[in-house]
């Protein structure tokens, strides 16, 4: 029986975080800023469960800012060309992969990303779902722009959230890291939204939870395969619904230097500096 192969992307295959890394590039102090955005995003997804908002959600939520410092489609592409960092051995190990499974990539990352990185381990294109974005189809009034770059500054201010480990709502959080949250709140979905840019929240959908967990269906389904048949890596909280979907088809699962969300929903962990 043919079985198929699907593996996120970062982690798995490359060494880099993309998105963290044009926002540290683009962003006056990006990393900071990125972090915040970025445990705000765990805290929505994981804790809150907010409806209509899944991990990775990360890479709509940036994507205003990384547009108001000059972020264009051709210096996405460059960037992460130009960034690019892959898991030691990992051309070959796919190359062996695909000699026995029909290989898939299936990531969150922007499709500018995943283009350098299938060109750079020649893996088809076709064969990799990812978040489509056209950066540059997006407007952006003078004033729009000072004061995406005013929150920008605020944003990296403000403390990383600590999420305790029985967190069910908001009143589980110290009272500081629930100011940060209904201010961050505030930021995205007050006033960002009702900007003109804010259609870009709507209109940009990454793949992350439930549509990894789809993109996995539609895959086995084109192949004419049951989940049995899939073998399915993952290393973060974005392959959480994957892992499930595949685990409860009989598939097998895999994290593969996986943070503790993933170790927690995979079969096997796997801990190793080349593929």
């Not at 970025?38 to 907010?50: C, F, G, H, N, T």
């Not at 294109?125 to 729009?144: R, S």
């Not at 009702?194 to 439930?210: C, D, L, T, W, Y």
Request: net charge negative; with cysteine.
């Amino acid at each position: 029986m043919k079985k198929v192969f699907i593996s996120d992307c970062e982690g798995p295959i490359s060494k880099n975080d993309n998105a963290f890394e044009l926002t540290s590039y683009y962003v006056p102090n990006g990393e900071r800023f990125y972090t915040v955005i970025s445990r705000y995003d765990d805290v929505l997804a994981e804790v809150l469960k907010r409806p209509s908002y899944k991990a990775g959600d990360t890479l709509r939520l940036i994507l205003p800012f990384l547009k108001a410092y000059g972020v264009t489609d051709i210096k996405m592409r460059s960037f992460s060309a130009k960034t690019l960092v892959l898991i030691p051995k990992v051309k070959e190990s796919l190359g062996f992969i695909q000699e026995l499974a029909v290989a898939y990539i299936v990531s969150t990352s922007y499709e500018h990303y995943i283009e350098a990185l299938c060109h750079a381990i020649n893996f088809p294109c076709e064969n990799a779902y990812c978040t489509k974005v056209e950066i540059d189809k997006y407007g952006l009034q003078e004033k729009e722009k000072a004061r995406l770059k005013e929150l920008a500054v605020e944003i990296a201010k403000m403390p990383v959230i600590e999420i305790p480990s029985s967190a069910k709502t908001i009143e589980d959080f110290s009272e500081k890291h629930r100011q940060a949250i209904r201010r961050l709140d505030e930021i995205f979905w007050h006033e960002i939204a009702k900007m003109e840019i804010g259609r870009i929240f709507k209109e940009v959908n990454p793949i992350g939870g439930h549509e990894k967990a789809e993109a996995v269906r539609q895959i086995a389904e084109k192949l004419g395969l049951s989940l049995s048949n899939v073998v399915y890596v993952g290393d973060s909280i974005t392959d959480v619904e994957a892992f499930k979907t595949v685990r409860q088809g009989g598939g097998l699962t895999i994290s593969f230097n996986g943070n503790e969300y993933a170790v927690r929903e995979a079969e096997i962990a796997v801990m190793a500096e080349n593929a």
